[in-house]
């Protein structure tokens, strides 16, 4: 197995692959990226067309093979299968594990220092099911996009009501599910003070759920199908931040595995080891992967809520096995 430090492999090349290729090629992010997809159309389609975009970069940009993407430093996985209009959702369930059992299949053998990183939905199945077929793999290298955004939201949301800024935003994050995020409002603080002191933040709050919860996705959605610049965007950063720290590691063994401090935290789709479950998780990463699982106070109302998320995640990972 050879390893190639540099090369980015997108599977799936259709809307949001595409979008993160253009990102990377904007941002000079990868030495070469490849474009897979079932459909030789598409990926021939989005090779001429982002070929033009990297035109006067070094950046080597082509259509590759599942073998190769095995061989990466990271892969990004877009591919998906969307649900029939009146399909049950086991079925779907068990349609999408399919997919990335042959998707994986396809790449193995892959090499051990992999990062592999799932924009698809359902993202915490895809993530386990990863883990589960290469149990090899560090599970620190896998994750998905998990809920960043919603979290990005929730923290907007703050700063706007009481006029400051994300800095002064402390241990606010949705964590559990893209679909159902579950704000943690118990140890969230606004400049030091805990946002349950502040009246305003407290009177406003039944809008937050609306607001956080894909609200501006599905407005989005509504309007022209579906959204991927937020995902392509925040894909982009999180593979700035690998890169940086990994040019850091270079100079400085501890970096490389400890990271840096000031480190921006990430809510990511992960192994959460004391819930021993699948779901987004605040996350500090290093060069590795994920370095760190961050504590959070809960409240006893959060802690049901995630007890929720990991049942229904589990019965998620057992339904789609049991049509396979
Ligand atoms: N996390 C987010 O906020 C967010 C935002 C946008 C999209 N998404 C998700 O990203 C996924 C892709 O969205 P899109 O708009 O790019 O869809 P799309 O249909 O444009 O692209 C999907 C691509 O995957 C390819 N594909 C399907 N099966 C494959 C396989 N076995 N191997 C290789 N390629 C395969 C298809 O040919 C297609 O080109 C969806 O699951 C969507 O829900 C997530």
Known sequence: MVHY????????????????????????????????????NIVQGQVLDLAEASEGTNIVLRAGTFKEAGQSSLVIITADVEPYDDEERNEWLTRSRRLFLGIMSSMSPIHDDILIL???EPADLYVHVLADYFPRLSPKRVFGIGTTMATFRFQTWLTELTDTNINDIKDAYCIGTQSDPIIVWSCAKVQDSPVTFIPLLVSQKPALDTIVSNHRYHLIRKRKGRAWYGVAATVTRLIKEFLNLQKKGKGRASDQVTGTSNQRTWVLSVYVPHLEAYMSWPVKLNSQG????????????ELEKINKVKELNQYDFQTSAQLL
């Open 118 to 120: 799932v924009a698809s």
């Open 290 to 301: 994920i370095k760190e699982i961050i504590h959070l106070p809960l409240s006893t109302d």
């Open 5 to 40: 430090p540099g090369r980015v492999s997108i599977i799936g090349a259709g809307t949001l692959g595409g979008t993160i290729a253009y990102s990377l090629i904007m941002e000079d992010l990868a030495k070469e990226i490849l474009l897979v997809d079932m459909s030789s």
